[in-house]
């Protein structure tokens, strides 16, 4: 074993321009469908801590009167999948309003009378955060007499759900686009190093050496060059991630968006799939050679 990984090493000295090569090709592959991986992980997460905070904003008639408040509190505590009911008064809404607005304080200073509506803010459980069943609690709260219109943010979660199931259809796509040029570059390296050596395997097969012995150092060879680029891709992607992650969380509250690294499950995984890459490019080129 020992003689075919001296073999193999002593291969990538020797073609070092062409092993260069692979290697950065294949680390290209790994950088760029790995940011993918990162990017779907992060974004996964961002909107599953969006779907935590959906809520259902009821807003009353004019014409309700306080007195009924509390049974209409209770009519909407009633309905499945509801957690919890607060009361926000048109009064604490629309201080909550100006908090909002301070810089552009001057647009409510004009208003004559408060246009904001008395309304029930709902929290649903966490068994009713999907879009079908949000959707229909909020519409057996806007069936209710009292209840003039209700808000809830889940249509546009949906839609950027949506999207974001678009982006990851690409994903997959230029993973696998990546994935066959990364396989095709490193079979043609092997091709050529393998042309190189051709009167070298012909003598070693006349002399009766076997499959195993002619095979071994050219798989080894790919392997190492699979290892070297995804150990390189992973550590670029890192690097990259660490800068842009840093900033981020200077410029947001951390609790809102919290960025995290791939899994070490995840990465050595990928650097498994370098690693099959570079044994299924040198398996072609193999195959093709040896059968001519």
Avoid at 64 to 89: A, C, H, L
Avoid at 181 to 202: D, G, S
Wanted: aromatic share 14%; charged share 20%; proline share 2%.
């Amino acid at each position: 074993m020992a003689t075919y990984y001296h073999r193999a090493i002593q291969d990538i000295k020797d073609n070092g321009f062409l092993s260069a090569t692979t290697i950065i090709t294949i680390a290209l592959s790994i950088l760029i469908v790995s940011a993918f991986a990162l990017f779907f992980t992060n974004a996964n997460d961002i909107m599953n801590y969006w779907g935590k905070g959906v809520r259902i904003m009821a807003y009353l008639k004019p014409d309700t009167s306080q007195k009924n408040f509390p049974d209409i509190k209770r009519e909407i505590q009633g309905i499945y999948g509801v957690q919890d009911v607060n009361f926000i008064s048109k009064e604490e809404a629309f201080k909550r309003l100006k908090e909002q607005m301070k810089r552009q304080s001057s647009i409510l200073m004009n208003l004559n009378e408060n246009p904001l509506p008395d309304a029930f803010e709902i929290r649903m459980t966490a068994s009713s955060q999907g879009g079908e069943k949000v959707e229909e609690i909020a519409t057996k709260i806007e069936s209710l007499p009292s209840i003039e219109d209700v808000e809830y943010g889940q249509k546009w979660l949906e839609r950027f759900t949506n999207i974001f199931d678009l982006f990851r259809l690409a994903g997959y796509a230029m993973g696998g686009i990546f994935f066959m040029a990364a396989v095709f570059i490193v079979a043609n390296t092997i091709r050529l190093v393998i042309y190189t050596r051709r009167e070298e395997i012909e003598i070693m097969r006349l002399v009766g050496a076997s499959e195993k012995f002619i095979k071994s150092p050219f798989y080894i060879e790919g392997i190492i060059q699979g290892t070297l680029g995804g150990i390189i891709g992973i550590a670029a992607l890192f690097i990259t991630f660490k800068l842009i992650s840093s900033s981020v969380e200077h410029s947001f509250k951390y609790e809102l968006l919290n960025i995290r690294f791939l899994s070490p499950e995840f990465y050595c995984g990928i650097i498994l799939c370098s690693m099959f890459v570079g044994w299924l490019g040198c398996y072609i080129s193999l195959k093709q050679f040896l059968k001519a």
